[in-house]
T-cell receptor, first 110, second 115 residues
Framework: DVKVTQSSRYLVKRTGEKVFLECVQD?????MFWYRQDPGLGLRLIYF???????EKGDIPEGYSVSREKKERFSLILESASTNQTSMYLC?????????FGPGTRLTVT | AQKVTQAQTEISVVEKEDVTLDCVYE???????LFWYKQPPSGELVFLIR????DEQNEISGRYSWNFQKSTSSFNFTITASQVVDSAVYFC????????????WGLGTSLAVNP
């Protein structure tokens, strides 16, 4: 079974803080993804990575950056958290075509 | 452009009823893949099925079945004899061979199965 883990289920941060969300997969997948999910807006792709040190912007990259130093780990960074980044963040790892998701991190920025 | 439409935002049924979740897609790719995912209240998205554009056979897995029809660009999902544990948000998604890195997602259908 594919296992995708995320560092936290719930996180509360203050405005202006630097926030790291980490994701680890155990299937040696090349492709990994970060989404955010908001009510009524579905899943929106923030960034994805198709190889170590390779990344590509998704649909809503503003305010975020990513890091992929090792194949199994893909980090999402909020350089200066803002209240409009309060959301559910989902990490995924891709097999043949389907994506496998972690449990999600519910981030609240106050 | 690629697009996935799930016209039903919310559905509420009583346990043991059959329910069909609709999914309509648009793509110019001749080769593409369609998916269904389930997101229970716990929040984790669970992969249910993948279908490729060359295989229009319907699929059945226990109480779940999927009806893929290229003629109407639809990939509908039916739950037979629904149960409370089926309560979740269900997402349909598409990936085309032309841009095979990004999934195109529908907005999801929230299914409530009441006892």
């Amino acid at each position: 079974d594919v296992k995708v883990t995320q560092s936290s289920r719930y996180l509360v941060k203050r405005t202006g803080e630097k926030v790291f969300l980490e994701c680890v997969q155990d299937m040696d997948h090349e492709n990994m993804f970060w989404y955010r999910q908001d009510p009524g807006l579905g899943l929106r792709l923030i960034y994805f990575s198709y190889d170590v040190k390779m990344k590509e912007k998704g649909d809503i990259p503003e305010g975020y950056s990513v890091s992929r130093e090792k194949k199994e780990r893909f980090s999402l960074i909020l350089e200066s958290a803002s209240t409009n980044q309060t959301s559910m963040y989902l990490c995924a790892s891709r097999g043949s075509y389907e994506q496998y998701f972690g449990p999600g991190t519910r981030l609240t920025v106050t | 452009a690629q697009k996935v439409t799930q016209a039903q935002t919310e559905i509420s049924v009583v346990e043991k009823e059959d329910v069909t979740l609709d999914c309509v897609y648009e793509t110019r790719d001749t080769t593409y893949y369609l998916f269904w995912y389930k997101q229970p209240p716990s929040g984790e998205l669970v992969f249910l099925i993948r279908r490729n554009s060359f295989d229009e056979q319907n699929e059945i897995s226990g109480r779940y079945s999927w009806n893929f029809q290229k003629s109407t660009s639809s990939f509908n999902f039916t739950i037979t004899a629904s149960q409370v544990v089926d309560s979740a948000v269900y997402f349909c998604a598409l990936i085309g061979a032309g841009n095979n890195r990004k999934l195109i997602w529908g907005l999801g259908t929230s299914l409530a199965v009441n006892p």
